[in-house]
């Protein structure tokens, strides 16, 4: 009895044993469990790529979560970006462009054509501009277009007071696909009165060119052009965008319908400021 007992004590035992093994075990492995659980919440970071702006993040591709170059850089204008480790990227962001002289420009006329700032002929880097696309001044100096053959004297553009006592645009000088045009006078858009231009077709830059378009707006309007027929040019150097080009040309320029003479046998010189390329 006493063996049996003592089995029956010891199975009992081994019984509760073996109960409190496996409850213990049990325990434990739950434990173990939510442990991992745990640490797989603690090793959960954010996802870049996703799509989802997560803790951590303060982007994710196109989504900027409100954020604008203004909020990272107030005042300046540009692209924020986001990296490829979904942090946000203000390299694409300045000043230069908003419109208004900050520390370290020369100028700024913004990119509104509609709404230029005092001073400003055009946004900045475009077309008869002032002030180039890295907010720095476009310095014309004494560079002017001289016209030799009209009248009595020289016709003289460039940037403030002519001969004629009224003042003229820069005189500009630009590559198109085609041809090189220079421009000078009042109105280099619409040409009205005392203003000029000619084309250098097929050209591409530095040299001697034959038959030039040249053509001649006088101040009562006549115009008179030579239809690209004669005449000659030449360009001294074709450098960076904002400096000076200078050079020769000439060209017999006919009324083409107007008061005044039936011709004039044009020659000049030119100093102009190279604009941003015609697309």
């Given at each position: ?37 745990n ?40 692209a ?36 230029l ?13 002032n ?17 030799q ?35 000078a ?95």
């Amino acid at each position: 009895m006493t063996l049996l007992k003592r089995a029956g004590v010891i199975t009992f035992c081994l019984a509760l044993v073996g109960a409190a093994g496996c409850d213990g075990g049990g325990d434990q492995g739950n434990n173990n469990n939510q442990g991992n659980q745990n640490n797989n919440n603690s090793n959960t970071s954010p996802q870049c790529g996703n799509g989802v702006i997560e803790v951590g993040e303060a982007c994710e591709g196109q989504q900027l979560g409100g954020e604008t170059c203004e909020s990272q850089l107030p005042g300046s204008v540009g692209a924020l970006l986001c990296t490829t480790q979904c942090q946000l990227d203000a390299s694409g962001c300045t000043l230069c462009g908003n419109g208004v002289t900050d520390v370290g420009e020369a100028c700024d006329c913004g990119g509104d054509p509609g709404n230029l700032p005092a001073g400003c002929d055009a946004v900045n880097g475009g077309a008869n501009a002032n002030c180039d696309a890295n907010c720095a001044e476009i310095s014309t100096g004494d560079c002017c277009v001289v016209m030799q053959g009209i009248g009595t004297s020289d016709l003289v553009f460039c940037a403030g007071p002519v001969t004629t006592g009224t003042p003229t645009d820069t005189p500009n000088i630009q590559l198109g696909p085609n041809s090189i045009t220079l421009h000078a006078g009042l109105d280099k858009t619409q040409y009205h009165q005392d203003a000029m231009l000619f084309a250098i077709y097929q050209a591409t830059g530095a040299g001697d060119y034959v038959n030039p378009m040249v053509e001649y707006w006088d101040n009562a309007g006549t115009w008179f052009e030579n239809n690209a027929m004669d005449g000659a040019a030449h360009i001294d150097d074709w450098t960076a965008v904002g400096t000076e080009i200078t050079g020769t040309f000439s060209g017999t320029a006919y009324n083409m319908g107007g008061p005044g003479p039936a011709s004039y046998s044009i020659t000049g010189t030119f100093c102009a400021v190279r604009i941003p390329d015609a697309p």
